[in-house]
């Protein structure tokens, strides 16, 4: 199973960028799908998640800005990051969880997620 992280790069305080996540060797259609950012020293951090029945949760400093997306027919998330700020700056990760996580909190948590990423840089200057 790989999940392959796409789309980050580089861009002015304010712009937009579309990260995609593509799932291969097995489908994720029941299964929660997230993205999380770990910036220089820091932990990694929840920042989006999704549920199998398209529920949506996100952390608050990036509710209004960010959509988390699904494509079951295709096996990708998107996350589509607008109004961005150089605290969004960060190696971003997409993960997947083998089970329904249906909660908030569930959602947050990095150790209910199975499989992961190569992780994509998103750098915002100022």
């Known amino acids: 199973v790989q999940l392959q992280a796409s789309g980050g790069g580089l861009v002015q305080a304010g712009g937009s960028l579309r990260l995609s996540c593509t799932a291969s060797g097995r489908t994720f259609g029941t299964s929660t799908q997230a993205w999380f950012r770990q910036g220089p020293g820091n932990e990694r951090q929840f920042v989006a998640a999704?549920?199998?029945?398209?529920?949506?949760f996100y952390a608050d400093s990036v509710k209004g800005r960010f959509t988390i997306s699904r494509d079951n027919a295709n096996n990708t998330i998107d996350l589509q990051m607008n109004s961005l700020k150089p605290d969004d700056t960060a190696v971003y990760y997409c993960?997947?969880?083998?089970?329904?996580?249906?909660?908030?909190?569930?959602?947050?948590?990095?150790?209910?997620?199975?499989?992961w990423g190569q992780g994509t840089q998103v750098t915002v200057s100022s």
């Open positions: 999704i549920t199998w029945n398209k529920n949506t």
């Open positions: 993960a997947a969880s083998r089970s329904r996580i249906t909660s908030y909190q569930g959602s947050r948590d990095l150790r209910l997620y199975t499989y």
